[in-house]
């Protein structure tokens, strides 16, 4: 028997929406700015595994969020520039499902939070550093 939970995060994870989670592009073009600080989680190469340290970083995201009464968090996947723009595009979002799933097991209500992605939105890897893209491996947490 699969438990809903899991069930649920399942369904985020393989792009379907959880609950009444919406899909698309952040809300906020008219006078809708963050209510907090955006929060950043960092992928590794070709990796949509939220890494174990920023499993706090999530939770805190949707403690602060539910306190200072956002209506919306949305979570923008990215990547870098290396490699597939087809794959990059998939990646982007597989990772900001994989947040959006911690968000929503921290707590956050499902259908508050929406999935976007922006792959290879800044490219800011500069050629001689072994993480010089690393901040273009990452989820932004924007609370709105």
Known sequence: ??????????????????????????????GSAAV???????FDLGSA?????????????????????????????QTDKLGDKSYN??????RSQAVAAELIKAGYPAKDVVIASNPEAFGNMSFGGSDASEKDRRVTIIPR
């Open 1 to 30: 028997m699969i438990r809903p939970a899991l069930l649920a995060i399942g369904l985020v994870l393989a792009g379907t929406p959880a609950g009444a989670q919406t899909v698309g592009p952040c809300p906020g073009n008219v």
């Open 49 to 77: 595994v939220v890494k174990p340290e920023y499993k706090a970083t999530i939770a805190e995201a949707a403690k602060t969020a539910k306190a200072r009464q956002a209506t919306k968090v949305c979570v923008v996947g």
């Open 36 to 42: 907090s600080k955006p929060s950043w989680v960092l």
């Open 89 to 94: 595009a998939k990646l982007a979002q597989q």
